[in-house]
């Protein structure tokens, strides 16, 4: 399964940005797909995560109410809608797909494949 992540970009806070990611290869079934993010010398954040019947969301505390995450099963694409962005939300984006159906998605571990990030910058 590849990755490609797309969508980041530099948005003023309180300002809107939806990332994309989409699936390719052998997704079989359907695959559960996560976001997390990594900011610069902090580890890499559980963000968000999205079960792959796409019935079942996870949030990760600092961004529930503000971000939403939904599946399109049958363009295997994942999307993260976020809103009321806040300089701390400034961070690398990386999107990570589940092929082994789990039911815990957010942690690393959680996660077969990950794309190749997108930048999100937030100014204040």
């Known amino acids: 399964v590849q990755l490609q992540a797309s969508g980041g970009g530099l948005v003023q806070a309180g300002g809107s940005l939806r990332l994309s990611c989409v699936a390719s290869g052998d997704t079989g079934i359907g695959i559960g797909m996560g976001w997390f993010r990594q900011a610069p010398e902090k580890e890499r954040e559980f963000v968000a995560a999205?079960?792959?019947?796409?019935?079942?969301?996870y949030y990760g505390d600092s961004v529930k109410g503000r971000f939403t995450i939904s599946l399109d099963r049958d363009k295997n694409t994942a999307y993260l809608g976020m809103s009321s962005l806040k300089p701390e939300d400034t961070a690398v984006y990386y999107c990570?797909?589940?092929?082994?159906?789990?039911?815990?998605?957010?942690?690393?571990?959680?996660?077969?494949?990950w794309g190749q990030g997108t930048l999100v910058t937030v100014s204040s």
């Open positions: 999205v079960c792959w019947t796409g019935r079942a969301t």
């Open positions: 990570a797909a589940d092929a082994r159906r789990r039911g815990v998605l957010n942690t690393r571990d959680s996660y077969d494949y």
